[in-house]
Nanobody
Framework: QVQLVESGGGLVQPGGSLSLSCAAS????????MAWHRQAQGQERELVAS???????NYADSVKGRFTISRDNAKKSVYLQMNSLKPEDTAVYYC??????????WGKGTLVTVSS
């Protein structure tokens, strides 16, 4: 059974930094697309950042210049470095991986709270 497990969430003050990690376990092969999404209370889930095998990255306008996505294919892991955090970044962050076979996998989410 494939599992994606996120870690690194927590409470941080505005202007602070957090680093999220997500590792896949189980029989998952051919991972191509990796991404982070988030869902704030009462809002729809949105794409935060994505990464392709070729190294192309994409970011939501709201996080450009502050967040950085990276990946380690050998470890089946994806990371999100979040700097200059704002209260509006508060959300549950979800890891997403897609294989070359078109199968999507999701983590259960990790809560990030930005508050003084």
């Amino acid at each position: 059974q494939v599992q994606l497990v996120e870690s690194g969430g927590g409470l941080v003050q505005p202007g602070g930094s957090l680093s999220l990690s997500c590792a896949a376990s189980g029989s998952i092969f051919g991972i191509s697309y990796m991404a982070w999404h988030r869902q704030a209370q009462g809002q729809e889930r949105e794409l935060v950042a994505s990464s392709t095998p070729g190294g192309r990255t994409n970011y939501a306008d709201s996080v450009k210049g502050r967040f950085t996505i990276s990946r380690d294919n050998a470890k089946k892991s994806v990371y999100l470095q979040m700097n200059s955090l704002k209260p509006e970044d508060t959300a549950v962050y979800y890891c997403n991986m897609r294989t070359t076979f078109g199968t999507d996998y999701w983590g259960k989410g990790t809560l990030v709270t930005v508050s003084s």
